[in-house]
């Protein structure tokens, strides 16, 4: 048994040594000094507090975009909508950080995080009502979604709740008691971490212990074993989707809450994309997503200081990535294949 | 008003011409038994090799045949890793697609000092079809599109013909329904697959080339705009039945244009840019009712 | 810290920096280097300071993630002195946060303004750049003379992204075509994206066959895809920010510029004059031909001399405050 | 010690072949087979003894791990199935190899459309149903080259697998097991159609574990056990008895009988029951407490839309379904099984386990509802617990950590898992659809054993089952279904294995 932990250490170790150093090919072909590159990265991203402050809070949307791939994925249903799920949860939670005030700093961002929850479950229920009733193709459905949906948060904040001050289209900052601290001074870093944090933890445990997340793995494994065995699997897959769409909805309202305080235009670069990416490298396992949305965050970190110091474009950090998602895929298909069936 | 039809017409036919091309492409593979979701990053490739080819050599052909070469390359990396490897074909498809996005704008500024457009007269535009008969209504709304435009169609029917009439279409539908069908009868599935592969990159290859060398004359960053996974999502809702899919790509054509069309200050640019989205969304839901009615009354 | 021990501190910091070592400037940009805007136009200005003067500098692209914009600024102002932020109001807050953890470096808003105490604002009035345009295009409608010129009397605006900035565009140039003949008729239309000239040109396309043949666009590289309209359907277009006449030949009658370049070139030349003053704003506008129409020399073989003279007219009396145009942006 | 009487030359020549799988699962220990041309050669063995394993291997879909394998005395490498069909060896899958959505025609000549393909790649279908019609007719067989074959019936399907490999003109016919979804009287059939090859030359290796079939047709018989050869014999050097002790390893009693704790009392019972656009009509029938009621029939016969509507997963048009008085005509599967109903499905990949978790998550299920699992999270240690009971009680072997996944049991033991798991609950009517198909002899005694002990206590099982030998041993009374309707009633002990299968094949009708 110990040897064989051990056994996949040293493949695992290996694999990284590999994709190391195909990276350290990239850079020397875009005419950089591969270990003061990595040098580099490593200390942008890790190098100080301030920086490493940074990689979290960079793990925040990446995480729980993540996890609104994974949680309705071991129910065997897609959700590639969390980009314009965590759109309209950014607008919900801006929305209300502008318009109402509950009195207590407390109640006001629970409540806007409550509603950017809603915002993106409401956009997932579509695709998994029309999944379960008329079996329509969910990967189609979220995927125009997205579509829909950043136009019509464009449409929001160009029109009815423009800042109109502002020569970019974005709503007005929202009120001081609904926006989430910083705890260091110089760091956007707040406590929106350790909340993304706990909700992929919770899901962890739900998925694990509880009965619910038990019947979403069987569902998601053998949907008709399941309804032989009296789950109600169009019930879980429908409620695994709307888990998702909340899931990614809260990663847009801790985004508003916690740093952008508003929201804008651009406000995401493709995060619900780069969560389908992480979600599918880590096979679903939570505790694997937050080791990747590490990753995938010290690379983008650290990347804007590779790019202070040397002549690399910054292009090369989404290289780096694909590189990385290509070879692990394959790397895990082969100790698979090596480690048995 | 003769005008604004024309203005539909001929818009519709430019924004499905890409479309229906990548979705020919795509079909190929799905048939194979592969969702190909790295349609963007083929189509993108092949816009840009379309550009740098054609600029060097001063060929559009050339300029088509070389963006085909790095959408083929590129199919084939994809369909290694999802067919051989057995890998999930979201996390190869994205990354391909950033792979793409991050490489052209890379070249891009290499090969041209600073910039992430690339444009320049010496760049040799795919041909209309230069026929006149001197109708003037078949030489203007017949006889005046891209000759990728009637080579797209032809293929509609060549693709028919395969998939229906020839002992490759019959290997490529027995692919992806049951594999090993194919392999009892003596037929390598890599094999099928592998040309299936190689012919989405042709035509993904193709619709990238018609982008940039006929819709425009340049390269700019992520110039595909999405319409890879359009082109998905065309196949997704036809399931690779090419009249279907003629129809919807002319469809999401004509909404593309019917956007531009409606804009104006009754209705916000958002909506009449969402239309084609939405449009496709109750396509689908159009096919899945009507599957549903066949069902009943089976 | 009163004004005047800031300028004392400065002067000290400037002499240091002017006897001892280069002047570090960094830009952060909000998009990228290529955009045909505002981040090409800021690079052209720094490298033509750094020709003439003895200035270092570095350029940070955001790529429009907002979730780099802290970052890349605290890590331009941690090492650098004057920091360009292009354009500003992409930062709005991080410039705010930032700014305040670097008390003693100069920023410097691009394209609008902030009153934070170490931040030099430099507002743009675009919309008196596409007001002249607008004028430019409503004048040319009607000669018919010209080649590409046809008998209505249809003005076109095609935008990229729908955003408040384009709005701004669109605005000045609609004030511009009514000042010439307020009933006239303007088509504007949004492709959607900054990012796909193939819609750009479709979008050209849908407002020239609506009549018009005079096209103003602001639209990034999407306009890029106009500017090509032109040439293939034979009309006029308008280029934007730098001069686009270059592109499509015979086309472009002219394009309204605004000068990013100059105004980097111009408050690096003062940070190393000693003459930059913290919080103070420089308003760049057709008042100080920060923002113009290129009279080039295409403008001047297509467009007929009188039509020509008559938009510089209208130039005089915007720099004389006899025209107020009016933004869109409050 | 091969049999040398026919003096043919050898075919097929096996040496100390070996499987091995890269999780360290060893297939075939060390096989030796030797098939003489123009002989039909059965291969028995339990499931899971390597048979399909050895097959496939000949047929170029496996590769071995050493070993060598000779056809016609010369050493070959048979690295593809193009390969195996050049060298003139066709084989006939136990699982279906045929294309649902393609006609027969197209199944038949797919792999060797080259033949009717032009220049262009276009296929010339006309020539191809004239030569396809012409062979279904030198067969005999009833089928049109133009149907597709997702219309068929099974047993027609079944012809046209191997109308596919004949069509290719093999030398040398693997059949594995291919009676097996077929009824006697077609069994009967496909045995002399079997025994017509080889007159006309063929060489056949047959597989099956039904040894009446076995011993009918074949001149040699190997057996295999545990991946290894326990011997080669021709048929007159050895009797069925001695065949099936070999296969298991000792001794095995055929004779079975049904449970006799009989009540009078009805427990279950089905009236006037009707489903929408299906085949089931006006079906009526009931179930004694303590009985075993056999259903049999052809398989698509209905059977499987009985056993859906049973489940609740169609619901029916008209009609009533009661246990013990209570009405169960609309109710979900959930309420079925809380009223103590419980189901063995005839597909256990399909619906039965979900063969990817683990063999914990997969011992309780259904179980999990019940509060002594906790209300929201799963009591990890009663789940222990029970699954582990299920694995003692129904002998399931191969189970390393409750943890591994059911993917890693053989198929036997992934059956027992299932039948123990179904049978762990408050039972009071067990539906039960081919609970023993692919399933080795011990385990297949083991099921029955348990299904008897149910009715112990005055619970009872309906049995869908297309083996009659099942049917006829342990049931009380049997029904016959043909196209939807109960056509006949049958009473233990007055079984008669022709009468039945006439009723099953509509030759005789009530």
Known sequence: MFSNTLKKITIWVFFILIILAVWAVIIAISGENPFSAFGYILEGSLGDTGYFLSTLNKMVPIMLTALAVAIPSWAGIWNIGGEGQLLLGGFGAALIGFSINLGSSFLNILFALIVSALFGLVWALWPGYLKIKLNVDEVVTTLMGNYIASYFVLFLINYPFRDHSSPMAQTKYIDSSFQIPYMFRGSQFSYTFFIALGVVFIFYFIIRKFKFGYEIRMTGSNPDFSKMSGIKTKKIKLVSMLMGGAVAGLAGGLLVLGMNHRMMQSFSPGFGFTGLLVCLLAFNNPILIVFISFIFAMLQTGSVNLELFSNVPAEISGLLQAVMVLFVSAFKIISMRKGGK | MFDEITTLYTTTIRMATPILLASLGGALTYYAGIVNVAMEGLMLISAFFSVVFSFMTGNAFLGILGGMAASVIFSLIYTFFVSGLKANNFAIGFALNILVSSLTIFLTRVMFVGQNVFNSPKIVAIPSLDIHTGIYFIDNYILNFSVLTYVAIFLVFLFSFIIYKTTYGLHLRVCGEKPKALVAGGIKVGYVQLIASILCGCLCGLAGSQLSLYNVRMFSRDMTGGRGFVALAVILIARGKPKYMILISFLFGFFDSLSLKLQNQAIPPQFALMLPYVMSVVVMLVFYLKDKKKLETV | MTKGKVLVFLVVILLSVFSFAKLNVAIVAGDAIGDRGFTDMAYEGIQAAAQDFDVEYKIFECHVDPSKYFDALKAAASRYDLIFVDPGYYFDKELKEVSELYPDKTFVYIDGGSDLPNVVSVPFKQNEGAFLAGCLAALLTDKTALEFINDEYVVGFVGGADMPVIRDYEAGFKQGVKYVDPEMEIVSKFAGTHYDPAKGKETAYSVFNEGADVIFQAAGPTGLGVLEAAKDYDFYAIGVDTDQAYLQPGSIVSSMLKRVDVAVYDITKMAIDGTLEKGATYIYGVANDGISLAYNDDMQSIVPYATYVAVQDIQEKIKDGEIVVESYIE | ?510
Do not use: C, W
């Not at chain 4, 072949?17 to 087979?33: M, S």
């Not at chain 4, 060797?112 to 020539?127: A, M, P, R, V």
């Open chain 4, 1 to 510: 010690m091969g049999p040398d009487f026919l003096g043919g030359a050898e075919v097929i020549t096996i040496k100390d072949l070996t499987k091995r799988y890269p999780n360290g699962f060893e297939a075939l220990k060390g096989v030796n087979l030797s098939v003489k041309k123009g002989e039909i050669h059965s291969i028995v063995g339990e499931n899971g003894a390597g048979k399909t394993t050895l097959m496939n291997i000949i047929f170029g879909l496996i590769k071995p791990t050493t070993g060598s394998i000779s056809v016609d005395d010369k050493e070959v490498n048979i690295s593809s199935t193009g390969k195996a069909i050049e060298m003139g060896i066709g084989m006939v899958h136990q699982h279906f190899m045929i294309v649902p959505n393609l006609s027969v025609m197209e199944n038949v000549v797919l792999g060797s459309e080259k033949d009717f393909t032009n220049f262009f790649g276009k296929i010339d279908y006309k020539s191809i149903k004239l030569k396809v019609g012409d062979l279904i007719k030198k067969l005999k067989l009833s089928l049109s080259p133009e149907d597709i074959v997702r219309d068929l019936p099974i047993g027609k399907q079944q012809l046209v697998e191997i109308l596919k490999v004949l069509y290719k003109g093999p030398e040398i016919i693997i059949l594995d097991e291919p009676t097996a979804v077929l009824v006697p009287t077609e069994v009967n059939d496909f045995l002399d159609f079997v025994i017509n090859l080889k007159n006309e030359g063929k060489t056949v290796i047959f597989i099956s574990h039904r040894l009446k079939e076995v011993f009918k047709i074949s001149d040699s018989i190997t057996v295999l056990r545990n991946g290894k050869t326990v011997g080669s014999y021709s048929k007159q050097d050895i009797t069925r008895d001695e065949v099936a002790n070999l296969m298991i390893g000792k001794k095995f009693d055929f004779n079975a009988t049904p449970p006799k704790n009989e009540k009078e009392e009805i427990l279950f019972s089905v009236d006037d029951l009707s489903l929408k656009g299906m085949m089931i009509k006006n079906i009526s029938f009931n179930i004694k407490k303590g009985e075993i009621l056999g259903v049999a029939g052809v398989e698509g016969n209905g059977q499987e839309d009985l056993f859906s509507v049973l489940t609740g997963d169609i619901l029916p048009e008209q009609g009533s379904v009661k246990l013990a008085d209570k009405e169960l005509n609309k109710s979900t599967i959930l309420e079925k099984r809380k009223a103590g109903i419980a189901y063995i499905t005839d597909d256990r990949i399909k619906n039965g386990l979900a063969i990817d978790r683990s063999i914990l998550e997969n011992g309780i299920a259904y179980h999990h509802k019940d509060q002594r699992f906790g209300k929201v999270l799963i009591n990890n240690k009663n789940s222990v617990k029970l699954v582990t009971g299920i694995v003692e009680d129904y002998d399931v072997r191969g189970v390393k950590n409750m943890k591994t996944p059911v993917s890693s049991l053989s198929g036997g033991n992934m059956q027992k898992l299932l039948v123990g798991r179904e049978l762990n609950n408050q039972v009071k009517l067990l539906i039960a659809s081919q609970p023993t198909s692919g399933v080795d002899i011990a385990a297949k005694a083991l099921i029955h054993d348990s299904f008897k002990e149910l009715t112990v206590e005055g619970n009872s099982v309906l049995l869908i089952s297309s083996d009659l030998d099942e049917l006829m041993s342990i049931s009380n009374r049997i029904i016959v279904l043909y196209r939807g309707k109960i056509v006949a009633e049958f009473k233990y002990p007055d079984y008669d294995i022709k009468e039945l299968s006439y009723y099953m094949t509509g030759l005789k009708e009530s």
